[in-house]
C-alpha cells in the first residue's frame, strides 16, 4: 500500500525549515543644530546629517523643561532625505532640548546627539 503525505504537512515542512532575514533600522542621524530663524523669535531652525540609506523619513522629538523633568515627544515627521525643520511652536520662556531618528519599514533608529537646553531668547540671531 502506497502512503500519501497530506499536502499541508509538505508545505508546513517547507516553510518551517525556511530561514528568514531581518532587516535593520537606518542608522541613527547626526550632528544635530540649532538657531533662531530670522525675524521669527518664536522658530528654531533645527539640521542633522543624514547616515541612512533606504530610511522612509526622519522623527523629530522636543521636550520642554519643566518643574516635574523633562520629557520628550514627537513633534513632527519629515521625510526622506530631509534633513531640516523649522519648530515654529517655541517661545522664549521655555527652555527646550531635541533629537531626531531616522525610520523605515523595520523600526526606528536609535537617537542622534541631543541639543539644548535651548532658549529662542538667548540665541544670536
Known amino acids: 500500500m ?12 517547507f516553510v518551517g525549515s525556511a530561514t528568514f532575514a531581518l532587516a535593520d533600522p537606518p542608522e541613527a542621524p547626526s550632528n544635530l543644530g540649532v538657531g533662531l530663524k530670522k525675524k521669527s523669535p518664536h522658530s528654531l531652525f533645527l539640521q542633522w546629517k543624514d547616515n541612512s540609506v ?6 523629530v522629538y522636543r521636550a520642554t523643561v519643566t518643574p516635574f523633568g523633562t520629557v520628550f515627544g514627537p513633534i513632527a515627521i519629515v521625510g526622506q532625505n530631509v534633513t531640516a525643520f523649522v519648530d515654529n511652536g517655541v517661545d522664549g520662556s521655555h527652555a ?30
Open 2 to 13: 502506497k502512503r500519501i503525505t497530506p499536502l499541508f504537512l509538505l508545505a508546513f515542512a
Open 54 to 59: 533606504g530610511e522612509s523619513g526622519f522623527i
Open 96 to 125: 527646550y532640548y531635541y533629537f531626531v531618528t531616522a525610520f523605515n519599514g523595520d523600526g526606528e533608529s536609535g537617537a542622534s546627539n541631543v541639543v539644548g537646553p535651548i532658549a529662542p531668547f538667548n540665541i544670536e540671531q
